[in-house]
């Protein structure tokens, strides 16, 4: 651990699942290596028990500092890593971190109010947050999950969106129409372009391939993402919602300069020729 600790220690990758001999003094020295050594990408935490709350606290500090170049940061099985902590690390992603792609904590301690406290950082433009697993011994709630479907509404980074839910309660508790609307808002061509294209799994891996087990209306859209650029997504939800039967009258104040970007973003690939041909046509 001392070795680790060494700003001249050359690891970029480190996983650690026992510490029994590890406090809140090393988790500090930890955090301070995490700053002045760029080296370290990656970092697995198991069970320290020995580890406060104040503890879990100082690793969330280094993630503020633009020196930090932790990409993956894994806290697995930490019922000591409750609300008060989730606050410090979500307070650090929504006022920076240009390099975290992914933060795992995974068993944790947290409530419904630890899992609220991260829609800030969803909402910072400069996340480069992909993946946010908050699974633990509480499910969320409609209230929690609704709030951070909201947040998610302009991030276009993340990818998985992970937390605990029991399968038998799932269709009463979450509102599929926030989700649904969260990645295709049907409202109109701007606001489905507008929508989430980069999300592809959200709740629980383990209840289906796209997390929980919503209707197929929203794992379509969800399969649709992971399969696709976000550009190619937007596209393709915009030629399946609104031009399922083909409205002219749009392009007939279209200025004609127009026209040939059309038709190429039209015919661009065989989703689109069917669309051509009815345009074409009328």
């Not at 028990?49 to 697995?76: F, M």
Request: hydrophobic residues 40%; charged residues 20%.
């Amino acid at each position: 651990f001392d070795i680790v600790t060494d700003p001249r220690c050359k690891i970029s990758s480190l996983a650690i699942s026992r510490g029994h001999c590890i406090n809140d003094d090393r988790v500090n020295r930890l955090a301070t290596t995490l700053v002045n050594n760029a080296n370290m990408k990656e970092l697995e935490i198991g069970a320290w028990n020995y580890v406060t709350s104040e503890g879990w606290k100082s690793l969330a500090l280094p993630l503020q500092s633009a020196l930090c170049e932790l990409e993956a940061l894994t806290i697995r099985g930490n019922v000591r890593l409750n609300d008060d902590v989730a606050l410090s690390f979500a307070n650090a992603l929504a006022t920076n971190c240009t390099t975290l792609k992914e933060l795992n904590l995974d068993g944790s301690g947290l409530t419904t109010a630890g899992f609220r406290a991260f829609t800030r950082a969803l909402q910072n433009p400069e996340s480069s947050l992909e993946v946010l697993v908050l699974t633990g011994h509480v499910s969320i709630d409609e209230e929690t999950a609704n709030s951070l479907a909201y947040a998610l509404v302009n991030n276009v980074k993340l990818r998985w969106l992970l937390f605990s839910v029991r399968p038998n309660i799932v269709r009463s508790v979450m509102r599929e129409d926030v989700f649904l609307q969260l990645l295709c808002n049907k409202s109109s061509i701007r606001d489905t372009y507008l929508s989430n294209h980069t999300l592809t799994m959200i709740g629980s891996s383990d209840i289906s391939r796209n997390g929980l087990a919503f209707s197929s209306a929203v794992r379509s859209m969800l399969e649709l993402n992971d399969n696709n650029t976000p550009p190619s997504a937007a596209r393709l939800k915009i030629i399946q919602t609104h031009f399922s039967t083909l409205d002219i009258s749009p392009f007939h104040v279209m200025d004609e300069k127009m026209f040939p970007h059309v038709i190429s973003w039209m015919a661009r690939d065989d989703h689109g020729l069917s669309l051509l041909f009815c345009f074409l046509q009328s």
